[in-house]
């Protein structure tokens, strides 16, 4: 790829020179940018695009916070930091930085600007909503709550600012347990939305019935509910001694047969902690990428989907988005909805355990 050192354009970053191109294409690849889909022509795209973000993001005093769905060179590429939904949030919170540039969906993207009152927040995707957070309005909220009057509102952190506003603890998939263990400590009914499989995944594990003691809604990912349960058998006889780990937004009869259930961060801390011939990832295929080119030497079979949201966010958009935002990818909630928003998500962080 031929790329022309020029003066500055209209954001005042120039291209990088064939050198330079070079130097950032050794670095992603030393970052584990690499395998199907990165031969070396790709690779020189992606890295005039990198070198590019990484001094724009300096000139603008911003950060790059990315999910674990992302596409690896955005991870590896240009972030600052990655995670699943709970160490974004964690990390969004205690940034220095002016501006969050969020890869990811809009839900995170919102949440990232409720606990940073007064910065910018940036979603280079402004389509990328979630089929879960879509289920439910903060009406359907309002009409629960009269429905179930005194039983507390757990609301899964997939959901807009206006659900958030109307509830009153968040969880994510990695404290949803341990903090719905606290409010059945207080409460003989809690309602938990908008995520059904999930709750009746948790209702099971904490030994609650779900839609009598644990109130939940019909939401879905669209992801999650597209796996089918009797792969499983299948793919057990192709690979013994394989461990097959899901997300818990897959069915409960899914969930009944695998190895291991339960959100990015912890699938990521099982496939770290424990050896097995092969790994199975039954979530969205870029949590799979990521595992790749962090465990070089482990093997992963692919059983994964796409998340047609996730994917929506390339290098070209960040940059997009940095350089000169448009205003539908300036996120904003306004001050009413943020302030009680934001209270439900202090909830959550004071009810984690070693948040
Ligand atoms: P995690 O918080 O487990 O990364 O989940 C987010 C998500 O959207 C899963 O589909
Ligand atoms: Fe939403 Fe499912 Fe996509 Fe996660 S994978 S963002 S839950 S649609």
Redesign the pocket.
């Known amino acids: 790829m031929k790329a022309e050192p020029a003066e500055g354009g209209r954001d005042g970053v120039r291209e990088p020179t064939q050198a330079e191109i070079g130097e950032e294409v050794d670095r992603l690849s030393e970052n584990g940018v690499a395998g199907p889909g990165y031969d070396e022509p790709a690779l020189e795209k992606i890295a005039a695009l990198t070198w590019r973000i990484s001094r724009l993001k300096e000139e603008k005093n911003a950060v790059i916070a990315a999910?674990?769905?992302q596409r690896l060179e955005v991870i590896r590429g240009v972030a600052d930091f990655t995670?699943?939904?709970?160490r974004l949030s964690l990390l969004c919170a205690g940034t220095p930085a002016e501006k969050i540039v969020f890869c990811g969906?809009r839900f995170m993207a919102e949440t990232a600007a409720i606990l940073n009152p007064g910065k910018a927040v940036y979603l280079p995707a402004p389509e990328a909503g979630?089929s879960?957070a879509e289920s439910i309005s903060a009406e359907d909220v309002r009409r629960l709550k009269a429905q179930h009057p005194g039983a507390p509102v757990v609301a899964y952190?997939?959901t807009a600012a206006e659900v958030k506003a109307e509830s009153d603890v968040i969880v994510?998939?990695?404290n949803a347990a341990s903090i719905l263990k606290k409010m059945f400590a207080r409460h003989p009914r809690v309602i938990f939305l908008p995520d059904e499989w999930m709750g009746r995944n948790l209702a099971q594990e904490l030994g609650k019935e779900a839609g009598v003691e644990m109130i939940l809604w019909e939401g879905k990912?669209v992801?999650?509910e597209g796996f089918k349960e009797a792969d499983v058998d299948y793919y057990r006889r192709l690979y013994p001694g394989a461990k097959i780990l899901a997300?818990?937004?897959c069915s409960p009869a899914f969930a009944r047969r695998v190895d291991f259930i339960?959100?990015?961060?912890?699938m990521m801390r099982f496939i770290e902690q424990r050896e097995a011939p092969h790994y199975l990832l039954v979530?969205?295929c870029g949590f799979g990428d990521l595992a790749r080119s962090r465990f070089p030497r482990k093997q992963f079979v692919p059983m994964c989907r796409l998340?047609p949201y996730?994917k929506a966010t390339d290098l070209r958009r960040i940059y997009d988005a940095l350089a000169d935002p448009q205003p539908d990818q300036i996120v904003r909630v306004g001050d009413s909805v943020a302030v009680r928003a934001r209270r439900a998500l202090e909830k959550m962080f004071e009810l984690t355990d070693n948040g």
């Not at 339960?262 to 912890?266: K, L, Q, S, V």
């Open positions: 999910h674990v769905y995670g699943d939904s709970y969906v979630c879960l952190i997939n994510t998939s990695s990912c992801v999650h997300h818990s937004e339960g959100g990015t961060g912890d979530t969205e998340c996730m």
